[in-house]
């Protein structure tokens, strides 16, 4: 079935430092991929997201690429600040096979300090 | 405009009770969808309702069951409750069978059983 693979976490670095977060998918066809973000003590937020191979999705200084031949979508930010410490989650939706559902990766927790 | 909406944001319930979990949608929203977040288990999807009716079912138990009212707002019943079911419930909503590219989450409910 569908999956979704995250880099292990936690991720700490400090404020500034360049972000990567590596995100792999399993997936028999063309999935759209999206990157949430969850805050401490709050409900998930989407961060971005990606409907087809090659697109770009970008949020507050966050960027995605959907690379269809490594079944990838990595996250990365130029510059990290304090605020961006949260847990970031990767899914993916494939309307064939898993209809409406997101298919979650396990999470990466990231730590800016100052 | 206001987002997701869920109530109660903490419940504690013994085990063999029940526990009720509810959920409004963003307004214009037809979808509602229910994730478990666990401890350790990452985030599984649990139910999707669309125009009241039952869309899709993650693998759960039947004890785990919900409605959605003609308002298109959603409860969780959780019956015979477990000790492995104290988890964060996270509701979410889309536009419905029309788009559903993107799920817009509350939250949560924070259920805790002893």
């Known amino acids: 079935g569908d999956s979704v693979t995250q880099m292990e976490g936690p991720v700490t670095l400090s404020e500034e430092a360049f972000l990567t977060i590596n995100c792999t998918y399993t997936?028999?066809?063309?999935?759209?991929l999206f990157w949430y973000v969850q805050y401490p003590g709050e409900g998930l937020q989407l961060l971005l997201k990606a409907t087809k191979a090659d697109d770009k999705g970008s949020n507050k200084g966050f960027e995605a690429t959907y690379r269809k031949e490594t079944t990838s979508f990595h996250l990365e930010k130029g510059s990290v600040q304090v605020s961006d410490s949260a847990v970031y989650f990767c899914?993916?939706?494939?309307?064939?096979?898993?209809?409406?559902?997101?298919?979650f990766g396990e999470g990466t927790q990231l730590t800016v300090n100052p | 405009e206001a987002g997701v909406t869920q109530s109660p944001t903490h419940l504690i319930k013994t085990r063999g009770q029940q526990a009720t979990l509810r959920c409004s949608p963003i307004?214009?929203?037809?979808?509602v969808y229910w994730y478990q977040q666990a401890l350790g288990l990452g985030l599984q999807f649990l139910l999707w309702?669309?125009?009241?009716?039952?869309?899709n079912r993650g693998n759960f138990p039947p004890r785990f069951s919900g409605r959605q009212f003609p308002n298109y707002s959603s409860e969780l019943n959780v019956n015979a409750l477990e000790l492995e079911d104290s988890a964060l419930y996270l509701c979410?909503?889309?536009?419905?069978?029309?788009?559903?590219?993107?799920?817009?989450f509350g939250p949560g409910t924070r259920l805790l059983v002893l």
């Open positions: 307004s214009g929203h037809t979808s």
């Open positions: 899914a993916l939706r494939y309307q064939e096979t898993s209809g409406s559902r997101l298919t």
């Open positions: 979410a909503s889309s536009l419905g069978l029309a788009d559903q590219e993107t799920q817009y």
């Open positions: 997936a028999t066809g063309y999935p759209s």
């Open positions: 309702y669309d125009e009241g009716e039952e869309r």
